[in-house]
């Protein structure tokens, strides 16, 4: 069975602040695929990235980037220089090779203080 | 970007009513998906279908829920006899392989009275 743990239910920070969001999996999947969704006040689920389990190197987009760490089973999400628009809750998902069912954490919120 | 359409945006129901949940996924997409969000919870998967057929469903797809492709384009999830519980936002998804990024539709809220 496949299992993904967000820990941290709720994080408050002032605009400009850096904050990172954890993500740990459990999968006996040897191929799978993460994902980071965006779930802002408006409801609607917003991709952000996918990784597979093969490609290991951190990513970068903008204020955005993520650590994936297989050794540790952690995809770990940071927001660099937040803004209140950053504020939503933000998902991180698993899906095994065999199937596309995404497994959700419990989700994140993040609330940016102007 | 091309997007899954979803309608209605609410649906308000008195319990023990019958609902369709009506998509319309990206058109060149093969996989299709339902997933639900009650109140405050995270996102569960309810089921997913390919090539005219269920292939994965999770253990809240009982018996009163029914998916169906009646044409080219849409995507429907029908719930025969609605319980209180049954009161979330549902999602549509669409992807095109397996594995690929799922595109969401913008969801329809339910409310089961």
């Known amino acids: 069975a496949q299992k993904v743990t967000q820990a941290q239910t709720e994080i408050s920070v002032v605009e400009k602040e850096d904050v990172t969001l954890d993500c740990v999996y459990e999968t006996r999947d040897t191929t799978y695929y993460l994902f980071w969704y965006k779930q802002p006040p408006s409801g609607e689920l917003v991709f952000l990235i996918r990784r597979n389990s093969f490609d290991e190197q951190n990513e970068i987009s903008g204020r955005y980037s993520w650590n994936f760490q297989k050794s540790t089973s952690s995809f770990n999400f940071t927001i660099t220089a937040s803004q209140v628009v950053d504020s939503a809750v933000y998902f991180c998902a698993l899906t095994g090779a065999a199937g596309n069912k995404l497994t959700f954490g419990g989700g994140t919120r993040v609330l940016v203080k102007p | 970007e091309p997007e899954v359409t979803q309608t209605p945006s609410h649906q308000v129901t008195q319990m023990g009513q019958e609902v369709i949940l009506r998509c319309v996924p990206i058109?060149?997409?093969?996989?299709f998906y339902w997933y639900r969000q009650i109140l405050g919870q995270k996102v569960e998967f309810l089921v997913s279908f390919y090539n005219n057929e269920i292939s994965e469903k999770s253990e809240i797809f009982d018996d009163q829920f029914s998916v169906e492709r009646p044409d080219g384009s849409n995507f429907t999830l029908k719930i025969r006899s609605t319980k209180l519980e049954d009161s979330a936002m549902y999602f549509c998804?669409?992807?095109?392989?397996?594995?690929?990024?799922?595109?969401f539709g913008s969801g329809t809220q339910l409310s089961v009275l």
């Open positions: 058109s060149n997409h093969l996989y």
């Open positions: 998804a669409s992807s095109s392989g397996v594995g690929g990024k799922l595109f």
